[in-house]
C-alpha cells in the first residue's frame, strides 16, 4: 500500500516543528521508513504565533523539494497549513495568507484542546459556502469531543471530515484520547490517520505497528484512512464521508 501523511510538521523553522533543513529530511526519511510514499507539510497558522505567511512556507517547501531530489529520497511532498481555527479564516484563505491542502478544496482545521469557539460553526459554514471543505485535525484530542463525541457526528453531518493522529491510537496521548479514538474509528468517524510528526524525536512513530492496530479494530477501513481518502485530497476529487453511527458519552 502507497501510504499518505496528510499532517505533518515536515517544514523547517516556521514553527514548533523542524527546526532546520537537516531534521526536516531526517523526518521525511523516517516516514518513509514506515512506508509513506506521500505527505503534505502543514504548518501550523496561529495567529500572533506562528503566523508566517504561505508565500514565505514556499520558498522554504521549495528548498525542501530541492534538497529532497538531490538526495533522492522517495517521497512526492506537498504544501498546505494546519490553521487554528479562527472567524477570519475564510478572508485568510481568500488573501492567500493560509492554503489549503495542495491548494485543494480541503482545509486542515484545528480546534483548541480545551475549548469549542463559539464561532466554529458559523467559520465552517462560511468554508463550505466558498466552496472548502473542512478537515478537523485530531478531535480526539479535544475535551469537549473526548466527552461528547456526538459533538464531532454533528460536525460530520454537516459535511466536516476527521483527521486522527496515528499516535492516538498507540495510546501516546492518555487513555481517554486512546479511548476516544479507537471509538471514532468503531462508529467511522475518521476519514484519514496523520502522523502530525513535529520532530524526528518527539511522537516517535512506530507506524507499522499502529497499522497493526488499526487492521485489528477497523481491518475494513485501513485502505480508505491511509491511501483512499488521501489520494483525492492531492487530485482535489470530492471525499465521502460515508455511514456513521451516533453514540454515547465516553
Ligand atoms: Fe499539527
Redesign the pocket.
Known sequence: MKMYDI???ILYGVDD?AACIEESIEMVLQAAKGGIKTMIA?P?YIEGLHSNNYKDNLDKFNNLIRETDRLRIDMKIYLGN?VLITPELPELIKSGVVAPLNNSRYI?I?LPFFDIPSYTEKVLFNLEMGGYRAIL??PERNEHIINDLNILYDFIRRGALVQM?ISSIKGAYGKRVYKAALKMLKCRMVHFV?T?M?SPEKRQLDISSAIKTLEIHCPDQVNKLLQDNPRRIIINEPIIAGELCRIGRT
Open positions: 499532517h505533518s510538521h516543528g502543514t501550523h494546519e486542515l484545528e485535525a485530531h493522529n496523520g502530525d513535529h
